[in-house]
């Protein structure tokens, strides 16, 4: 079944250092990947999508993630982390089963970031 | 502003009376979709819907149902709510099956007592 892992439920960064959350992938065919985000109290917003386009994707906020097939992975990366950045990350694979679609989603990363 | 309206926020119940969760897309979108969310557990699909007057289960329907008799609303309803029902609901919805992602709304915390 195609699922998603997420390495590390939490990751703690200082302000202005690189933010690397890590997700990986298992799926038979080319997947489409989402990375969303999740500000207390609040629902689910769309970072980025790979689509089977480029490889490498931009987001929202400066964010973004490179598909790496051989290694099946979609990390997501911010060069230098901000205290707005934290939140908690899902990682997401869209799943097509016999004319059903859904999201499979990453237990999450909770990201901290120290001032 | 392209939304996904759920209501309530926030809601306390007893177990075994039946409520409605409210979801409202102003966009247009064929599909919609239920999930909880749970510590440790992350999102769960509950239902989906491809579009009117077609729904289908997720991963965890038992105890849900849910209706599609418009295209921008997709209730969740619980007919006997149980406790292990308390989580974090959440209704999204999306244009093209698969490839867009979903918009989400801003949640449903449900506690029954």
């Known amino acids: 079944a195609q699922s998603v892992t997420q390495l590390g439920s939490h990751v703690s960064v200082s302000e202005g250092a690189l933010v690397l959350l890590r997700c990986n992938y298992s799926?038979?065919?080319?997947?489409?990947l989402f990375w969303y985000v999740q500000y207390p109290n609040q629902g689910l917003q769309l970072l980025l999508k790979y689509t089977s386009a480029a490889t490498l994707v931009k987001g929202i906020n400066g964010f973004e993630a490179e598909f790496k097939k051989s290694e099946t992975s979609f990390h997501l990366t911010k060069p230098s982390a901000h205290m707005s950045d934290a939140a908690e990350y899902f990682c997401?694979?869209?799943?097509?089963?016999?004319?059903?679609?859904?999201?499979?989603f990453g237990k999450g990363t909770k990201l901290t970031v120290n001032p | 502003e392209a939304q996904v309206t759920q209501n309530p926020r926030y809601l306390i119940t007893v177990t075994g009376k039946k409520l409605t969760v409210t979801c409202s897309q102003n966009m247009n979108h064929e599909y919609m979709s239920w999930y909880r969310q749970d510590p440790g557990l992350g999102l769960r699909q509950i239902y989906y819907s491809m579009n009117v007057e077609v729904t289908d289960k997720g991963d965890v329907p038992e105890g849900y149902k849910v209706s599609r008799k418009e295209k921008r609303n997709f209730p969740l309803i619980l007919e006997s709510p149980s406790p292990n029902q308390t989580s974090l609901y959440f209704c999204?919805?999306?244009?093209?099956?698969?490839?867009?992602?979903?918009?989400f709304g801003s949640g449903t915390r449900l506690t029954v007592v």
């Open positions: 799926s038979s065919v080319p997947p489409y």
């Open positions: 997401a694979v869209s799943v097509s089963q016999g004319g059903s679609e859904k999201l499979v």
């Open positions: 999204a919805s999306s244009l093209i099956q698969g490839v867009d992602g979903y918009t």
